[in-house]
């Protein structure tokens, strides 16, 4: 079973930048569209950006200009740069395929946390 490993993750102040990392077992890259999702306290998971396997790349609005995502098949392992974090960024956030329905077993994630 594929097993995905989530870092990167940490606090970080109103304006900061993070850079998220997935590496996954597996050939899981070469085969699916891939995205980060997104779940804060009482909310839903949410898709915030996704990148085929031509790279060819799709933000949620919330991340359009902010985030940049991408992937290196050769390494099986996959980033999200985030810039000018806001505190609606906290959140655990999860690498996995795309669409939802596709997904295998979900990693632990790494928490986000945006604050002063």
């Known amino acids: 079973q594929v097993q995905l490993v989530e870092s990167g993750g940490g606090l970080v102040q109103p304006g900061g930048s993070l850079t998220l990392s997935c590496t996954a077992s597996?050939?899981?890259?070469?085969?699916?569209?891939m995205g980060w999702y997104r779940q804060a306290p009482g909310k839903q998971r949410e898709l915030v950006a996704s990148i085929s396997t031509t790279g060819i790349t799709n933000y949620a609005d919330s991340a359009k200009g902010r985030f940049t995502i991408s992937r290196d098949n050769a390494k099986r392992t996959m980033y999200l740069q985030m810039n000018n974090l806001k505190p609606e960024d906290t959140a655990v956030y999860y690498c996995?395929?795309?669409?939802?329905?596709?997904?295998?077993?979900w990693g632990q994630g790494t928490q986000v946390t945006v604050s002063s």
């Open positions: 597996g050939n899981i890259y070469r085969i699916y569209t």
């Open positions: 996995n395929v795309v669409p939802i329905t596709l997904a295998t077993a």
